[in-house]
């Protein structure tokens, strides 16, 4: 961090010296007024104008405390703008989780998931969209989900399509839909066509089983719950509870809706939406979108199972982040040792 330093210089009232408290002529050691100042022996020489001239010369410009709070104010407020809006919309962390699975088979073991959300493209793959990419051939996960907000508009569809093909799994891809999805106009059939033409299964309170060797991971995907129809009975029926099991759906909120007991209890569920509250200040999260709860980002122990919030790619309604900068969270399956 970049630090300056300012020189303060107190202010002086006019007709008050740094010479002379409370504006009084400063006195010689003999208790006479100096040389200089307009005294009768000063008149007497005629040089009262120009010894005047010389001990009352101009004050320099000070700057007060209220100037220099102001100012280093607006510094601040400058800086914070240019982070939130050229710096962190841009700069997405790839943060990486062990997920420990009791049971796992040895041929899941270091198995690895990357959960893309909240990319919201429009007229084009933006930059964040564009290095997301690029960390995912970096990391070449085994699965990619993509949980919803992939686009925003119908008219986007060309892209979403185009990004999903980009961003598959070294072994399968899956997506759900989210709030925007549905708020545009693409529903289940309208998404089943855009994503399965590049070769991704949109999971519509469905599951889908990932085969590797011997196991399986199976991926129970729900609707989004805030302009969807989720349905968790329909997205887990037949399941046994004897597969390792992830969740993916958009909105968090939904989670604390399903009793405890009630389904198969999976090993996580992941989510997003919520943005990270997208502008954030230190200790508080002014605003999260309908649909999150009382969830932001991270990890939360005390739902049905662990719940993983992410905070997205992409931004809404303005290009900027603050104290919030865009995610790309990896897990990897563990067994319990």
């Known amino acids: 961090m970049r ?20 504006g009084l002529p400063r006195a010689s050691a003999r208790g006479i007024p100096e040389e200089g100042f307009d005294c009768p022996r000063a008149r007497a020489r005629g040089d009262g104008k120009a010894a005047r001239s010389r001990y009352f010369s101009p004050m320099p410009i000070s ?9 280093t104010a607006g510094a601040v407020v400058a800086a914070a703008l240019g982070d939130g809006f050229l710096i962190e919309p841009t700069a997405i962390a790839v943060t990486r989780h062990d997920l420990v699975v009791p049971g796992l088979p040895h041929e899941l073991e270091g198995f690895r998931i990357a959960c893309v959300t909240d990319v919201h493209l429009h007229k084009g793959i933006h930059h964040p969209a564009r ?3 690029e960390l995912l051939g970096r990391e070449r996960p085994h699965l990619v989900a993509l949980i919803g907000d992939i686009c925003n508009h119908f008219d986007d569809l060309d892209h979403l399509t185009a990004f999903a093909r980009a961003a598959r799994g070294s072994v ?6 989210g709030n925007w999805e549905h ?32 196991a399986a991971l199976t991926v129970v995907g729900i609707d989004d719950p805030v302009l969807g129809h989720p349905d968790v009975a329909a997205a887990v029926r037949g399941l046994d509870g004897r597969d390792p099991t992830v969740w993916v759906l958009h909105a968090p909120a939904y989670v604390d809706r399903i009793s405890v007991g009630s389904v198969p209890r999976p090993a996580a569920i992941i989510s997003g939406h919520t943005h990270g ?8 999260t002014p ?5 999150s709860g009382r969830f932001v980002a991270g990890w939360y122990r005390d739902t049905l199972a662990p719940l993983y919030v992410s905070r997205g790619i992409g931004t809404v309604s303005l290009p900027v982040r603050l104290f ?14």
Do not use: M, W
């Open 131 to 133: 290095a997301t990419l």
């Open 277 to 284: 509250g997208q502008v954030r200040l230190p200790f508080y």
């Open 183 to 214: 708020d545009a106009g693409i529903h289940r059939a309208t998404g089943e066509r855009a994503y399965g033409a590049a070769g991704v299964e949109l999971l519509y309170n469905s599951t889908t089983r990932v085969q590797v060797g011997a």
């Open 287 to 291: 605003y999260t979108p309908y649909g």
């Open 3 to 22: 630090e300056s330093s300012h020189q303060l210089t107190l202010g002086v009232s006019p007709g008050i010296t740094r010479d002379s408290p409370f």
């Open 63 to 71: 700057l007060s405390r209220r100037r220099f709070l102001v100012g």
């Open 172 to 177: 399968a891809t899956v997506a759900t839909l």
């Open 324 to 337: 919030c900068p865009p995610e790309l969270p990896i897990f990897t399956l563990k067994g319990s040792r």
